[in-house]
């Protein structure tokens, strides 16, 4: 709280403050200010915070992960993200990995990423040889 004192008829000077991924409004105007008066600070969240949905597919040795894309997204600060599964051919979504983030709170600094990660499809394929040797 900060507190100013202004002669009769004149204006308040607002603060210079930020806070990440919301936008500063105030409650009323402190311009031309005849009596007491207190002001409140009212913070929009900003509907074009920045975060990132990162999609790995499984390698070729079937024991890691390579990142295939990153989508940059944007939505409103401390709301919900949710990744949207991409379909890959050959690959399926592993909605069992530990390193998943499907989801996640969207900070107002940008710095959500949520993950996903998609296995490569394998099949067995048996020969029957018939007699053949």
């Known amino acids: 709280m900060k507190t100013q004192e202004v002669e009769e008829g004149q204006s308040a000077t607002a603060p210079i403050i930020t806070k990440a991924g919301y936008t500063l409004s105030w409650d009323k105007s402190f311009s031309n200010v005849t009596s007491d008066l207190t002001v409140n600070a009212v913070w929009t969240a900003n509907t074009n915070t920045r975060y990132a949905v990162q999609h790995y597919i499984q ?5 890691g992960y390579i990142m295939q ?8 600060t401390d709301r919900t993200a949710t990744a949207v599964a991409k379909t890959y ?3 399926r979504e592993n ?3 530990s390193g998943r983030v499907p989801s996640g709170i969207i900070n107002g600094n940008g710095t959500l990423v949520l993950k996903l ?7 067995n394929v048996t020969l029957n040889t018939n007699g053949g040797t």
């Open 69 to 76: 894309e990153t989508e940059n997204k944007t939505g409103t």
């Open 89 to 91: 051919t050959g690959f």
């Open 117 to 123: 990660y998609y296995d490569r499809e394998t099949y």
């Open 59 to 63: 390698n070729t040795s079937l024991n």
């Open 95 to 97: 909605t069992n990995y």
